[in-house]
């Protein structure tokens, strides 16, 4: 095991721990509607590829190795989109109640800053990840259909808007148009970025 796969390991380890840590805890503190949060899935999402990164982080199949990189890279997206959103937009224009809601507590410090950094880390600078342009349409599909989701549960009543942008009932419909293209252009970016930036550390890698 190379020096670089052994910290890829160890990052993984800890993004699993700790991120199955801020989900015991927000367990405990009941917090309704859990799923129907960004932030969540895309920990849990990130728990999951970390035990699979784990796992099977030496397998000799293709294809399961090709799903690891996918995951890895899909985690590390939606955990890039939680991050940057939170920071800057949620934190600066936000209100002292919102606030202490994503920083006030455990589980909101682990799931909105810790483990994202250790996360996305480990998939750009440590591990082998995905290389076709076509894998930008993993995190953007996900994150459509995400979008779509909420604004059919909310639309239906079935379910309270996670965020201000998916209250189909509270804004005009061209705002609500105008917050979706932004965010999948958010998300596209980020996809482009993390692909690319994880391409140029590992090539800077080999040439050392």
């Not at 209100?95 to 998939?123: D, K, Q, R, W």
């Amino acid at each position: 095991m190379t020096k670089r796969q052994k910290i890829a390991l160890i990052l993984n380890i800890l993004a699993f721990v700790l991120g199955g840590i801020g989900i015991i805890v927000r367990v405990a503190r009941d917090i309704p509607h859990f799923w129907l949060y960004y932030t969540q899935i895309s920990n849990v999402a990130a728990v999951i590829s970390s035990a699979m990164y784990i796992a099977f982080r030496n397998t000799d199949d293709p294809r399961l190795a090709a799903a690891v990189r996918g995951c890895r890279y899909l985690s590390a997206c939606g955990l890039t989109m939680t991050f940057m959103v939170v920071t800057f937009i949620f934190l600066p224009f936000g209100t002292p109640e919102s606030a202490e809601m994503l920083a006030g507590h455990l589980n909101g410090i682990l799931h909105h800053f810790v483990c994202p950094v250790i996360s996305v880390a480990s998939y750009i600078f440590f591990e082998d990840g995905v290389r076709s342009r076509r894998s930008v349409l993993i995190p953007f599909c996900a994150t459509a259909v995400y979008a779509f989701t909420m604004y059919a549960l909310n639309y239906l009543r079935l379910a309270p808007a996670p965020y201000p942008f998916f209250a189909v009932y509270d804004y005009p419909l061209w705002e609500l148009v105008v917050w979706f293209f932004g965010l999948m252009l958010l998300v596209a970016t980020i996809a482009a970025a993390v692909r690319l930036a994880n391409i140029k550390a590992n090539k800077k890698e080999k040439e050392t």
